[in-house]
């Protein structure tokens, strides 16, 4: 498999977008492969990391990243707001934390537009 230029470009854009978060959770990177595309890795441990996910275009490397930002996200304001089950997180969010969300969303979104467009 041979990433395109064209994804190869994006794909770094999108690892850009998301360098922020992924700094902040810690235990994850991204690398670039000419052989595979993009690798994500996931959870530092023990001198290795534990799962890695392969990208080879902009769409899904993106998904995957802002889904991951989600979890992450909804899970940190379930903890702040004291829920203990994950399935409550989401409804007994508060009206400030729902637009923090939607400002940081719009913004990953946004950017992702401009990123395909170019």
Do not use: H
Not at 79 to 90: H, L, M, P
Not at 91 to 102: A, D, G, I, P, S
């Amino acid at each position: 498999m041979a990433i395109s230029k064209e994804e190869d470009r994006r794909c770094a854009q999108i690892a850009e977008l998301f360098s922020p978060f992924l700094e902040e959770i810690g235990d994850w990177c991204i690398v670039r492969s000419e052989r595979f595309g993009y690798i994500v890795l996931c959870y530092y441990m023990n001198g290795r990391f534990e799962d890695n996910n392969v990208f080879d275009n902009a769409k899904d490397m993106f998904d995957f990243l802002l889904d991951q930002w989600q979890f992450r996200w909804l899970y940190a304001k379930g903890k702040e707001n004291r829920v203990v089950e994950y399935e409550d997180y989401e409804k007994n969010l508060t009206v400030r934390q729902r637009e923090e969300r939607k400002i940081v969303l719009s913004k990953y979104l946004q950017e992702y537009e401009t990123i395909m467009k170019q």
